[in-house]
């Protein structure tokens, strides 16, 4: 399984561990960000299907990759590219990051804050309380996105865009997988920014900061202070059938 980051391949080994009677061996491979996929994923090809017993590594190899600021219709399509010219099974959650899941269904996610409060404080917590806090503060984080997002902001991820994604894919899909003009590119991007906020899919949007900043809102006053980079996988460690989240189905494929 290819990943960009530690922290996806320690998430996806425990939810993997999840799943009953799963014999299967999993091994990840950490490419770094979407940028390093590109530059990397055909020099891994080369090597994996050379590698057969009976069928190759690379046939039981799958890509997994963070939408980032892609728009959902750009992080299709190069879900559909990976798959159909590179040759891999690829997956992408809609969310910005993994972290960003937990926002696509509020009610399992305060069950799961409500676990972690448990584990750590010893001291029950009203679930309905957790759901109603988590849904306000969700919801009237729409306004430091709003701040957030400035024109600075879209310059720097206009760039990103470009330069680390649209144009690396001639490289590896042979052609670009997008054809716009750099105006045009700028406008869909700001476009795809406005339509998820109108939406309320903020999850579309939310970095690993601004999960921690919600959450933090939530659970802090709960005598518990939550750093995103310890406690995300503190929480998957506490998931089972009943807060599994369909946003993590994709695993099941796997």
Request: charged letters at 30%; a negative charge; aromatic letters at 14%.
């Amino acid at each position: 399984i290819f990943v960009e980051g530690e922290d996806d391949a320690k998430a996806f080994r425990i939810l993997l561990n999840q799943q009953l009677n799963n014999r299967k061996k999993y091994m990840f491979w950490v490419l770094g960000g979407i940028s390093e996929v590109f530059e990397n994923i055909l020099s891994y090809k080369a090597v994996f299907s050379s590698v057969k017993n009976g069928v190759s590594l690379w046939n039981k190899s799958v890509l997994v990759f963070d939408k980032d600021e892609l728009s959902t219709e750009h992080k299709d399509l190069f879900v559909q590219k990976f798959r159909e010219i590179v040759g891999i099974e690829t997956y992408s959650p809609n969310a910005y990051t993994f972290e960003s899941t937990l926002f696509t269904d509020m009610a399992k996610t305060s069950k799961l804050l409500r676990l972690l409060l448990l584990k750590a404080t010893g001291l029950e917590t009203a679930e309905a309380e957790i759901l109603n806090d988590l849904t306000i503060n969700y919801v009237t984080y729409k306004t430091t996105l709003e701040a957030k997002f400035n024109e600075e902001y879209h310059r720097n991820t206009f760039f990103r865009y470009k330069n680390s994604k649209i144009e690396k894919t001639p490289g590896v899909f042979g052609r670009k997988a997008v054809n716009m003009t750099d105006y045009d590119l700028g406008v869909d991007i700001k476009k795809h920014y406005a339509e998820d906020l109108a939406r309320g899919e903020f999850y579309k949007l939310m970095d690993k900061s601004d999960v921690e900043n919600v959450i933090k809102q939530t659970i802090d006053k709960h005598s518990f202070n939550f750093s995103i980079e310890s406690d995300f996988i503190e929480i998957i460690k506490l998931v089972d059938k009943s807060t599994w989240i369909a946003e993590w189905d994709f695993l099941n494929n796997i």
